[in-house]
């Protein structure tokens, strides 16, 4: 199945988490909202919302946006680091999915949202990435060319029990190598997220390096 936009609106994710092992740590409606409000708090009324990408929002993004840019924020690197026992995984063979994590630097695409759209865009978004959680909305300075602009980031949340850890580089392989849920398997994200940083000029050597471990894996090299 493809994560789209009329499924996230449906509400047949939440409905899907509710009856799962992750259900207790489901957020409603109302917490995703004031989540969103919280996270605009600093930004002035009726602006331009910024929103940094640099995994599945790249090649599969399902919100409208106005323009995007392709840039570097500092600080946090990409990682696969975020258990996830439905979607791409199981629970009995949790998949992985990538996160930002502490230290080093991410290149990836920062998204425009019109402000005539943010509260719509920002809610389809919130569902998809905050329905549990997983992760912290956090503003970055997202640095394109000689511009530098605010955006908002999605941070792994280390407090959450999905969060990997120091998961090992084979580790790491053997789960994308194996895991499968119903929006497909942890490899497919990978190979998909390699091919969306591609297709933008964004070549991540430490991902490159781990998609071809995990075909040789698959073809048993």
């Known amino acids: 199945m493809i994560l789209t936009r009329a499924y996230l609106e449906s509400g047949l994710l939440q ?15 109302a917490e995703l909202q004031a989540s969103i ?8 009324p009726n602006s331009d919302i910024w929103l940094f990408a640099y995994g599945s929002l790249i090649w599969n993004p399902i919100f409208h946006f106005a323009e995007y840019r392709t840039g570097t924020i500092y600080g946090l690197h990409r990682r696969f680091c975020l258990w996830t026992p439905l979607g791409r995984g199981t629970p009995d063979n949790p998949g992985l999915v990538l996160g930002l994590d502490r230290g080093g630097s991410c290149r990836g695409i920062a998204y425009r949202i ?4 943010v509260m719509s865009e920002l809610t389809i978004v919130w ?11 956090t503003w970055v ?27 090992s580089f084979d580790a790491t392989v053997d789960t994308l190598a194996t895991a499968k849920g119903e929006l497909g398997s942890s490899a497919d994200y990978l190979f ?3 091919d969306g940083l591609n297709s ?13 471990r995990v075909i040789a894996k698959q073809q048993g090299i």
């Open 127 to 137: 569902r998809r990435e905050m329905i549990v959680g997983s992760y912290v909305p």
């Open 114 to 117: 019109a402000a005539a759209n």
């Open 37 to 44: 409000q919280q996270t605009l708090a600093r930004q002035k």
């Open 141 to 167: 300075k997202f640095y394109h060319d000689k511009q530098v602009v605010e955006a908002i980031a999605f941070v792994v949340n280390r407090r959450r029990s999905g969060y990997a850890g120091n998961i």
């Open 15 to 29: 409905k899907a988490i509710a009856q799962s092992k992750l259900g207790k740590l489901l957020l409603s409606e």
């Open 200 to 212: 933008v000029g964004i070549h991540d050597k430490p991902l490159l390096r781990l998609r071809d």
């Open 192 to 194: 998909q997220t390699v």
